[in-house]
């Protein structure tokens, strides 16, 4: 079982510190995307953390269930208005098997980057296939490494830099892991520093990966929006189909 990175204190605050993800817009477009993946059948979340996605989703009429790792980050879904009509299960996205199928799994806000072995991103794939039914889709928004962005010799890059908050990333180039620094000032003073490691991945990595579990591409974006994904995006929404 992997390390749970997301306690309590991370878990109580995760909301407020990801406040720009809850914008109404953003979830609109979002949860219209995957919806229009589930169509008539089931979705399923890996890693639904306090159900950002997941809650609107479900308000949309599309039945979601959910994996999820730390059981602080499922203390604060529960403890939301619709959060009853989730099914969610505590345990590993990449190997925590729920009954039936799904016609969509989805894993978004760099979630795939948590597995932190090359191993560990595999079974996942492989675990997100067994829950699809044929023609099924699998969908993964994750960031495009910066690595070409760093000068050569540079291990570290500042994200944020704002009063009362300061995020950094350190990369390990020859392991493929990145630990993501976050020191925030707390309302008494002091600061809290919490760091987790990440394991960033190419798009064509990720496509092999679909292949090794009996996916295709479908469909590649830079965003939520269907914008056209290029060389100059950072981040994509992929859509990998189930033959």
């Known amino acids: ?47 639904i953390g306090t159900g950002r996605v997941a809650l609107p989703l479900a308000e949309r009429g599309v039945p979601v269930s959910g994996i999820e ?3 602080y980050m499922l203390e604060r879904l529960r403890a939301k208005p619709g959060a009853a009509a989730i099914e969610v299960t505590e345990g590993d996205m990449a190997s925590t098997r729920l009954d039936g199928e799904f016609s ?7 979630t795939i980057t ?4 090359q191993d560990s991103q ?7 296939a067994r829950h699809l039914r044929s023609g099924g889709c699998f969908v993964v928004e994750v960031g ?24 950094y990333d350190v990369y390990d180039i020859a392991e493929q892991i990145e630990w993501s620094h976050h020191v925030r000032l707390r309302e008494d003073g002091t600061y809290r ?37 290029t060389g100059e995006s950072e981040q994509h929404v992929s859509v990998w189909e189930k033959a």
């Open 114 to 117: 948590n597995l932190t072995t």
């Open 193 to 229: 520093h919490s760091f987790a490691p990440y394991r960033y991945l190419w798009p064509g990595e990720l496509d092999l990966m679909a292949t090794m579990a009996g996916l295709r591409l479908r469909e590649r974006w830079t965003d939520w929006d269907r914008t056209p994904f």
């Open 1 to 47: 079982m992997p390390d749970i990175h997301f306690d309590a204190e991370i878990a109580a605050s995760y909301d407020d510190d990801s406040d720009e993800r809850f914008d109404p817009a953003l979830l609109a477009r979002t949860t219209e995307f995957l919806a229009g993946l589930a169509g008539d059948g089931r979705a399923l979340e890996l890693a």
């Open 69 to 71: 790792l730390s059981p």
């Open 122 to 128: 595999v079974a996942c794939f492989a675990n997100a």
């Open 104 to 110: 969509l799994v989805y894993l978004v806000y760099n």
């Open 144 to 167: 495009v490494p910066i690595l070409r962005l760093l000068p050569p010799g540079t291990t570290r890059h500042v994200f944020a830099d704002e009063p009362g908050y300061l995020g």
